[in-house]
């Protein structure tokens, strides 16, 4: 019998990136829906970002404010998001595919994080991973090309 909240339940990192998948995909969605009722980029950005802010903050206290936990990379992290968030929203306001505008993020996302995560971290890149890259950038240009 297991007697676990849920919050403390291991999770697969692939069974994680398929729910937030799905979450993401549901969020998209709503974003594409938003324009069609004639939404402005600024206006739904500002209520996507405020919901993230207030569905988040209850959790800032779950384990209270603890004096050794560093909180300036959360928020420099949040400041980027914040930023990309606009950009992709705008992207979304375009209405293009959906589908196009994920692959397209996604592939230079995945070779740009290969080659900060080298730079910064020393992760490891193998030939696989580097081919793969390659062939993601690759089904992009033809995806994309009109």
Known sequence: M???????????????????????????????????????????FILFTMT????????????????KQNYIFPILAGIFFYAGNYFWINTIYTKKS??????????????LLFIVSYLFFADEITLLQFIGSLFILTGIAIATYN
């Open 98 to 111: 959906l589908g196009l505008i994920r692959i397209a993020m996604a592939g230079f996302e995945t070779m």
């Open 2 to 44: 297991y007697n676990m909240k849920i919050y403390t339940i291991y999770m697969d990192w692939i069974y994680s990136i398929f729910i937030a998948t799905i979450f993401f995909i549901a969020g998209q969605l709503c974003l594409r829906k938003s324009f069609e009722l004639s939404n402005t980029v600024l206006h739904t």
């Open 52 to 67: 993230i802010g207030i569905m988040s903050f209850p959790f800032l206290f779950k384990d209270g404010l603890q004096k």
